[in-house]
């Protein structure tokens, strides 16, 4: 059973940076791709950024490109989401994600394993 834990976020003002981190245990994350979600308070759930096994393919969203970097770390079995520029309209909890292949999927569906959240608020 693979298990996902992030840390990271809190309460920064606006133009401000977090740098969020999602630690893997019970499989090696080295064979799969990594996302990102995040889930504003009555919104449904968006793909933020994901990166492919190897680390050599990113995608993001339009909203937070330039702006939130992910990253990974596979001998440490850890994903990283850099957030700088942060607007109040980041504000959510965000999740990470562990994908069913290698490549880099931007829908829920190719990800099958979720970690519990963290919140990011953005004040103005």
């Known amino acids: 059973q693979v298990q996902l834990v992030e840390s990271g976020g809190g309460l920064v003002q606006a133009g401000g940076s977090l740098r969020l981190s999602c630690a893997a245990s019970?499989?090696?994350?080295?064979?799969?791709?990594m996302g990102w979600f995040r889930q504003a308070a009555g919104k449904e759930r968006e793909f933020v950024s994901g990166i492919s096994a190897s680390g050599g393919s990113t995608s993001s969203a339009d909203s937070v490109k330039g702006r939130l970097t992910i990253s990974r770390d596979n001998a440490k079995n850890t994903v990283y989401l850099q957030m700088n520029s942060l607007r109040p309209e980041d504000t959510a909890v965000y999740y990470c994600?562990?994908?069913?292949?290698?490549?880099?999927?931007?829908?829920?569906?190719?990800?099958?394993?979720w970690g519990q959240g963290t919140q990011v608020t953005v004040s103005s």
């Open positions: 019970g499989r090696a994350l080295s064979s799969y791709s």
């Open positions: 994600a562990a994908g069913r292949y290698s490549t880099v999927a931007v829908s829920a569906w190719g990800y099958n394993y």
